[in-house]
């Protein structure tokens, strides 16, 4: 099966989702940066990941972990410097792994220049960058997104005696989309960045562009005309680059998002991610198939994103109460694990540290159709620190080896950005790379091995996907199929063995070649095809007719 | 362990695919077409609403229905294949049914229910009546929680009924049950009941499920059973239940499932329950007791003449059940007019007593003395109506509880009669 065309990278990659901050300290301040993740490339490509995905690196107060921009084109100093960037955008080139990089386009910062100059004066050239208002009562019934934190989504400002808008902390005005200056401006933003050679945008929090009296103000088909615009000077002018949302939203409304092809490349699925952990501890695969069944078709070049873990909470606001709660005492029953509506914890923590759950897991992001995230340190089993505030907990240092500060940094322990994990089970002592690179069953020459089957064929990238349901409701089944080609992969959600009884008699004559060791099982034949799984189990069997 | 008999190979395939059950709900049927379907969504409805995240299967283990009954109670599973509208569940929720080929048996059905939550190893199981048209949604509270919440053993039922519903119970289930076993049972043969996965554990193996009075009657030897027990028994309060809908109007039939079972279940944990001289109270929701004071309508006069004929008639085969005093006692009654009727409350336990000692004996064909308590039983309930027929609730609730003490009064009787060594005194 041939590749996609380059164009279509974005739909075979596997990305890699790492803070700068957090990869390698290369000048001993107990902060990573550029030039530290430039030498940690070659770990990456050796693990088989083909894109990174760069958390914002921008210079920012950092009130909300770079989420708070206060120049949008340069880079933090805690992390180097532009020729840094250049330096690593260069080195990930040569190893052939595209950059993708944030861009928060909904706020800024309220120390960025634009908005201390709209706050300035109301007879200011960029007062109308922002959303300002007389009285906090414009927008009523908005929803509010932090609510941790948050008693309104307006915020008043002394200096210019009005309130502004702003969807999440208050520290973090909303640009006002209807202002065309605005638009130019931040279409001059991504410009600078392509012009460097990034490969693409992950953009922040799309849906919250444009502000409508009487809506939810999220979704709003202005939001799609200003995301239009973008993408079509994107295509005009940098072809083959792509645009990620960032659109916590349910699947019917995600799907907007990609317009007829002319909006985003990808999206991340939201609502699917809760719901594999909710599958794996009910033991039952109906939240994945049910949320499997309600997700449109995509136009042909765009791509889901999946994602197991991130740099957020695990976000449980596209679940019904029911679930949440179900979640919260099953994921969270400490309450510091819990923020806003998610949880804050790590992969392995998660799952109780059970290699098998793991692997399960895994097993099923990089199966299920869409481009697969990995978030950093979850190849290697990293642990949290839920007594960190915020989501801090789930962004400690990389763990690279046993030794001074993990191998993260040179630097004294105390002047690291964040404490390293400690304790005996999730401390860098117990999990490290260097150790699981020595030895070929650790989870890392697991997730290796992962990489490198789902790479050996198109079908997990590009294949569509068919749900198969058989009777023993414990086990997830599903066919992707890509041409010619088939896959089955079958997956026990139980921790006890099972038996389960497959209808294939769509391919019959077909035999099972299980793709990791490559071992033949029996013909499909007449009667259902009868599997047996251990635990947590999953095949991908290529199905062939010989 | 589960008799591997007892279940089909298409069962097993069936659950298979449950694996695993918190909870399993089996329903009985034979032709129920017309209020299953209902059935099955209330049960699905309590399921959902009170257990919504636990492991739940609903058995329908059907006696050959020629109506489409299976099919209603598959229809109600939720599935991710299946839209739940209106309901929406955590995970799947099974509804699963099967036949089996004997002619239809209460018996046969709960053994299979029973083997099918020692497989699944269901830690709380609940029969439900298919007939049962009041049943609500808390109905699965009120029958699963105390097990599989409180960890007690068995929940039997408490319903409102009308005064006269029931006399069988009222008269002789009810107070001989209190009397032998220490616990104020209710409900002995009820349509729903819950119990746990210890008692499925005591009682797969039981040899109840091979004979005549577990088949017919197996609801009064899972309740005897888990007296004998001494397992944990919560009593719930279930509400209204329509007139005896599970009691044939044929009262021999009714016999047959109710006192027979009772006397086997007696003369097997004798054990158990020969030491017992108090009553303990047991845990209970709801009120203990409610009757409803609908007018009744029996032909009093046929009923004091079936007693009276049945006297005569039997004669020879009581006299190898009866002492002789006690018949002599009971022929004089039945030789009174209607006006001067009088069947003393101690005269009624002692025929019981003597009753059950026979059979314990075997001093004839245990069905025959099963069929022969019948016409007594008339007598017993002609007597009971008259004596109650303008009585108030509180004044009913007080003859009840009345002849209760007279069977505890009287327990020694039975165990004398019991270590007889031969019939008759």
């Known amino acids: 099966m041939a590749s996609a065309p380059t164009s279509l990278w974005y739909k075979e990659a596997v990305i890699y989702q790492v803070h700068v901050r957090a990869m390698y300290d290369s000048n001993g301040d107990g902060i990573g940066d550029f030039r530290g993740l430039a030498q940690k490339l070659d770990y990456l490509r050796d693990l088989g990941i083909t894109a990174i995905w760069l958390m914002p690196f921008f210079p920012s107060p950092l009130r909300d972990d770079g989420y708070d921009i206060s120049d949008y084109t340069s880079v933090h100093p805690n992390y180097g410097s532009l020729d840094d960037f250049k330096v690593f955008l260069d080195a990930a080139r040569s190893r052939s792994i595209r950059v993708i990089i944030e861009l928060v386009l909904n706020h800024t910062s309220d120390q960025h220049p634009w908005f201390q100059e709209s706050r300035s004066s109301v007879d200011s050239p960029r007062r109308d960058w922002y959303v300002w208002s007389d009285t906090d009562t414009r927008y009523r019934g908005v929803r509010i997104i932090f609510l941790d934190t948050e008693m309104s989504n307006w915020a008043w400002d002394p200096i210019s005696k009005a309130y502004y808008w702003h969807r999440f902390f208050s520290h973090q005005p909303d640009l006002n989309y209807d202002n065309p200056a605005v638009r130019e401006e931040m279409w001059n933003v991504m410009k600078f960045w392509l012009q460097l050679g990034v490969d693409g945008f992950r953009l922040d929090a799309v849906p919250y562009l444009v502000e409508r009296e009487g809506t939810s103000c999220e979704n709003l088909p202005e939001t799609h005309v200003v995301i239009k615009e973008l993408r079509q000077r994107l295509d005009e002018n940098f072809p083959g680059r792509m645009l990620l949302a960032e659109a916590n939203q349910w699947p019917a409304d995600l799907r907007a998002y990609f317009g007829n092809g002319d909006e985003f490349h990808m999206a991340f699925h939201f609502p699917l991610m809760p719901r594999m952990f909710m599958a794996l501890k009910l033991e039952d695969r109906k939240p994945i198939t049910e949320i499997l069944q309600q997700t449109p078709a995509i136009p042909d070049p765009c791509q889901w994103c999946l994602f197991l873990r991130n740099h957020d909470e695990l976000t449980l606001e596209m679940v019904t109460d029911m679930e949440r709660d179900y979640m919260y005492d099953e994921y969270a029953h400490d309450k510091g694990m819990r923020l806003n509506l998610g949880i804050r914890r790590r992969l392995a923590p998660l799952l109780d540290n059970d290699r098998r759950r793991i692997e399960l897991m895994n097993g099923m992001l990089f199966s299920l159709p869409g481009t697969p995230v990995i978030y950093y340190g979850d190849e290697i089993g990293m642990g949290d620190n839920i007594f960190l505030g915020d989501r801090n907990g789930v962004r400690t240092p990389m763990q690279w080896d046993g030794g001074w500060n993990a191998g993260f940094s040179a630097a004294d322990p105390e002047s690291l950005y964040a404490a390293l994990i400690l304790n005996p089970v999730y401390g860098y002592q117990a999990v490290n790379v260097a150790s699981q690179k020595r030895l070929q069953h650790t989870l890392l020459s697991w997730m290796r091995r992962l990489l490198q089957v789902r790479k050996s064929s198109p079908i997990f990238s590009r294949g569509s996907i068919e749900s198969l349901y058989p009777a023993n409701h414990r086990v997830l089944a599903y066919v992707r199929k890509l041409g010619s080609e088939t896959v089955l992969i079958v997956n026990n959600l139980s921790a006890s063995a099972q038996a389960v009884e497959l209808d294939l008699s769509e391919f019959k004559g077909n035999i099972l070649v299980e793709m990791f060791g490559r071992n033949i099982f029996p013909r499909i034949g007449e009667l259902p095809y009868l599997l047996t799984l251990g635990p947590y189990q999953f095949y991908w069997f290529r199905l062939r007719r010989i | ?425």
Request: proline content about 5%.
């Open chain 2, 1 to 425: 362990m589960a008799d591997e008999d007892i279940l089909s190979d298409d069962l097993l395939r069936q659950l298979m695919s449950v694996g695993e059950a918190d909870i399993l709900v089996g329903i009985h049927t034979h032709n129920n077409a017309k209020t299953i379907g209902q059935l099955v969504q209330i049960v699905r409805e309590g399921l959902l609403k009170y257990f919504p995240r636990e492991r739940v299967a609903i058995l329908n283990v059907d006696g050959g229905s020629q109506d489409g009954t299976t099919d209603l109670v598959r229809a109600a599973a939720i599935s991710d294949v299946r839209d739940a509208t209106p309901f929406y569940a955590l995970r799947t929720l099974h509804c699963i049914s099967t036949k089996y080929n004997d002619v239809p048996s209460a018996g046969r059905a709960m053994h299979i229910v029973v083997a099918a939550a020692d497989l699944l190893r269901a830690k709380a199981c609940a029969i439900v009546a298919p007939e049962s048209s009041e049943i609500q949604p808390d109905w699965m509270n009120r029958l699963l929680r105390p097990i599989y919440r409180e960890h007690f053993d068995f929940v039997a039922p408490v319903y409102g009924r009308q005064r006269f519903d029931g006399m069988l119970v009222t008269n002789l289930m009810y107070p001989m049950i209190r009397a032998v076993y220490g616990k104020p049972i209710r409900e002995p043969r009820p349509g729903e009941f819950g119990f746990s996965d210890r008692l499925v554990s005591e009682l797969i193996g039981h040899e109840l499920w091979t004979q005549d009075a577990g088949r017919i009657g197996p609801e009064v030897c899972f309740t005897v059973s888990a007296l004998a027990d001494d397992a944990r028994i919560f009593q719930t309060f279930l509400g209204p239940k329509g007139h005896v809908d599970h009691q044939p109007a044929d009262l021999v039939a009714a016999l047959r499932q109710t006192v027979a079972p009772l006397f086997w279940s007696m003369d097997s944990t004798y054990a158990s329950w020969n030491a017992i001289n108090v009553v303990q109270t047991l845990p209970s929701d709801g009120p203990e007791y409610e009757v409803g004071m609908d007018p009744v309508h029996v032909d009093l006069t046929r009923l004091h003449q079936m007693f009276a004929s049945g006297v005569v008639d039997l004669q020879d085969v009581l006299k190898s059940i009866l002492s002789t005093s006690t018949l002599a006692q009971l022929q004089s009654v039945a030789a009174l007019d209607e006006t001067n009727f009088q069947y003393s409350d101690e005269l009624w336990v002692k025929v019981v007593y003597e009753f059950a000692a026979s059979y314990h004996r075997s001093v004839i064909n245990r069905d025959h003395i099963v069929q022969a308590l019948a016409p007594l039983y008339r007598g017993r309930a002609y007597a009971f109506l008259t004596e109650n027929l303008n009585a108030s609730k509180d004044d009913l609730a007080e003859h009840i509880e009345a002849l209760c003490r007279t069977f505890e009064r009287l327990k020694p009787y039975l165990l004398e009669c019991w270590t007889a060594q031969e019939g008759g005194s």
